[in-house]
């Protein structure tokens, strides 16, 4: 990656992939054997939507709903919502299924996820979707 990137590269050097055990990057069993018909592609920037081919699929596919859980709350996945939203997808956070190496910036981005995008985004814990999608 140009410019900044080599920053970051450097500072961060141990989880690039010339230092990271690769098998740390695939997939739990429990999600792998959704791949197919689930499609994975590795990105390469903070938003899931940087390089254009995340939202390409989607609209090809005519998924309009986006379920997002993931790392970082407060950089990839504040990265990844704000570029969904910008989009137009319908975002639904599992609030259960984010995390930070942050503790301050998680609780900080969970009250503004809350308060103020609340007409634009939906959170939901991993219980209340599995619920919603399979009523008993």
Request: with cysteine; net charge negative.
């Amino acid at each position: 990656m140009p410019g900044r990137w080599q920053t970051f590269y450097r500072f961060w050097n141990d989880v690039t992939r010339e230092r990271l055990d690769l098998t740390l990057l695939e997939l739990v069993p429990a999600l792998q054997r959704f791949v197919p018909p689930a499609t994975v592609f590795d990105k390469m920037q903070y938003s899931a939507f940087a390089d254009g081919r995340l939202a390409l699929l989607l609209r090809a596919r005519n998924i309009e709903t986006l379920l997002v859980t993931g790392a970082e709350t407060d950089v990839c996945v504040l990265a990844t919502v704000m570029a969904a939203v910008d989009l137009g997808f319908r975002v639904v956070l599992v609030t259960d299924a984010i995390c930070s190496s942050s503790d301050e910036g998680h609780d900080a981005l969970m009250r503004m996820y809350e308060q103020r995008l609340s007409i634009q985004l939906e959170l939901a814990t991993a219980d209340d979707l599995i619920a919603a999608l399979h009523p008993e």
